[in-house]
Each structure stands twice: as structure tokens, then as C-alpha cells.
């Protein structure tokens, strides 16, 4: 069964820094890998798709990396904005769109203004 | 072009009662997958449609149903309510599936409260 976590669960940092969420999942047979950012009390915004035969996306200040061998994912944030508060998610899909994402628990960032 | 919809977006019920969530997918998508949202189990997958079949079903009791329509909408059912069903329920839709090229689009969610 796979289990995906992310590291950390939450993380408080001044704008303009950069910054690295992880995500770590059990079953290294996956097809494609999700980011997206949640507000409170909202539904899920994609970010970025990775499928499993590359190992990066980018998209403006974001750029996530994947490394299937090892199970890891990171999400890159570069110089940071009060605007990107929010829980990020991590999502894998491991049955060809068949079996449904699991999801990390997800990592609640806050940039201080 | 128009996003993930789902109706109601709030929704108030007592325990012992049924209740029908809708998901209109973004147009051209085939593939409606369900999500249930809690603070404690955080997101987990509920079942998948595509092409009025489901596809895949998650770890839920038979309580939780759903079903898919000739034009990609969605309905799932909750009967007889628990308080532990309370919690926002996410759709999510995508042009296909069975290939992990496609990204999941989601809609704003409902959040279902049962007293």
C-alpha cells in the first residue's frame, strides 16, 4: 500500500527566502506525481505534474523535482511571498488514474510579511 | 473554460440521513474521481469514474456511493449519516485515465456537517 509523507508539517519563514518542502512515498512504481497548495477552507489548486520518466517541472518561483528510485519529491519555492501561505500537498498516483491519488498529510507554510 | 463545480457547497444534516453531493466536471473530462477531507485521516480517495463505470473504489463502507452520468457529472450518496461523516468532500475530474498523464483538476469542495 502506498504511503506518501511530507516533511516538514509546517514551516514559518520570512518573505524572500527560498525554501524546499519534502515529500518521501513507499512505492517507487508510480505514474505521476502532484503538487498543489490548499487555502483554508478551499479545495486544491494544482501546482505542478510530474510524470515518472522525468525529473523536473518548473513554473515561475516553483520548480519540484523527482527522484523515483528513491521515492522522493522535492517542491522548491523560490523568494518567497506572503501570497504562497497556504498547506502544501503532495500527491502520487501509482494505478494509472485508476486507483486514485494519496495524498501526505501536507506541510502549512507561513511567510512572514 | 469553466472549472470543477460542485453543489451544494455547504450542507447541514442529522445523523441518520442521506445526502447527494454533485460534481460538474470541466468540460471534455471524462474522469471524476471523489475525495473525502479530514482533519484527523486528511485526504483520501473515495471512488473514480470514467465513462458511467467505476473504475476503482477506496476504503470506505457501502454507506458512500456514487454514480456518473452520460454528460461526465457526478453524484455521490452518503446514507445513513455519521457524525464522522462530517467533512469536506472534494471531486476531482481529468481528460483520462489509465495512463498518468493527466492532471486532476479539483472543485471547491462541500463541506458536509452532520449533528
Known amino acids: 500500500k502506498q504511503e506518501v509523507t511530507q516533511i516538514p508539517a509546517a514551516l514559518s519563514v520570512p518573505e524572500g527566502e527560498n525554501l524546499v518542502l519534502n515529500c518521501s512515498f513507499t512505492?517507487?512504481?508510480?505514474?505521476?506525481l502532484q503538487w498543489f497548495r490548499q487555502d483554508p477552507g478551499k479545495g486544491l489548486t494544482s501546482l505542478l505534474l510530474?510524470?515518472?520518466?522525468?525529473r523536473e517541472q518548473t513554473s515561475g518561483r516553483l520548480n519540484a523535482s523527482l527522484d523515483k528510485s528513491s521515492g522522493r519529491s522535492t517542491l522548491y519555492i523560490a523568494a518567497s511571498q506572503p501570497g504562497d501561505s497556504a498547506t502544501y500537498l503532495c500527491?502520487?498516483?501509482?494505478?494509472?488514474?485508476?486507483?486514485?491519488?494519496?495524498f501526505g498529510k501536507g506541510t502549512h507554510l507561513i511567510i512572514q510579511p | 473554460k469553466a472549472g470543477v463545480t460542485q453543489t451544494p457547497r455547504y450542507l447541514i444534516k442529522t445523523r441518520g440521513q442521506q445526502v447527494t453531493l454533485s460534481c460538474s466536471p470541466i468540460?471534455?473530462?471524462?474522469?471524476v474521481s471523489w475525495y473525502q477531507q479530514t482533519p484527523g485521516q486528511g485526504l483520501q480517495f473515495l471512488f473514480e469514474?470514467?465513462?458511467?463505470?467505476?473504475?476503482n473504489k477506496g476504503n470506505f463502507p457501502g454507506r458512500f456511493s456514487g454514480r456518473q452520468f452520460s454528460n461526465s457529472r457526478s453524484e455521490m450518496n452518503v446514507s445513513t449519516l455519521e457524525l464522522g461523516d462530517s467533512a469536506l468532500y472534494l471531486c476531482?475530474?481529468?481528460?483520462?485515465?489509465?495512463?498518468?498523464?493527466?492532471?486532476?483538476?479539483f472543485g471547491p469542495g462541500t463541506r458536509l456537517t452532520v449533528t
Open positions: 500527491a502520487v498516483n501509482s494505478g494509472g488514474g485508476a486507483d486514485g491519488l494519496t
Open positions: 510530474i510524470q515518472s520518466s522525468q
Open positions: 512505492d517507487s512504481a508510480i505514474y505521476n
Open positions: 469514474y470514467f465513462s458511467e463505470t467505476q473504475r
Open positions: 468540460s471534455g473530462h471524462r474522469s
Open positions: 476531482a475530474s481529468s481528460l483520462a485515465t489509465g495512463t498518468g498523464l493527466y492532471e486532476q483538476y
